[in-house]
């Protein structure tokens, strides 16, 4: 069993920057493939960053690419989310998730056993 508890969210206007935190408790995090999703009420979760056990392979969506950066620290625990030149359609509960499957940039939701509890970001305009 994973648990995950994100951290680090809040109000920021835009072009501003933020640094969210996922910690993980359990045992074997140094070999889960690791992912950030986002989710507005009313709409359907999203992908946003995943990276393999090793921190090596990252991949982005789209929307995101050069302005936010995935990585971890496997001997504490934790994966993290910079996210750079916020606009307010990055406004969105950010979620960290964890999965026993290896890296594969075709991964969905579905893939992800494991799930935070989320963590806001609110970018004004």
């Known amino acids: 069993q994973v648990q995950l508890v994100e951290s680090g969210g809040g109000l920021v206007q835009a072009g501003g920057s933020l640094r969210l935190s996922c910690a993980a408790s359990g045992r074997s995090f140094g070999s889960l493939t690791m992912g950030w999703f986002r989710q507005n009420p009313g709409k359907e979760r999203e992908f946003v960053a995943t990276?393999?056990?090793?921190?090596?392979?990252?991949y982005y969506a789209d929307s995101v690419k050069g302005r936010f950066t995935i990585s971890r620290d496997n001997a504490e625990n934790a994966v993290y989310l910079q996210a750079n030149s916020l606009k307010p359609e990055d406004t969105a509960l950010y979620y960290c998730?964890?999965?026993?499957?290896?890296?594969?940039?075709?991964?969905?939701?579905?893939?992800?056993?494991?799930w935070g509890q989320g963590t806001q970001v609110t970018v004004s305009s």
């Open positions: 990276i393999n056990w090793s921190g090596e392979n990252t």
């Open positions: 998730a964890a999965s026993r499957l290896r890296f594969a940039k075709s991964m969905t939701q579905l893939d992800y056993a494991y």
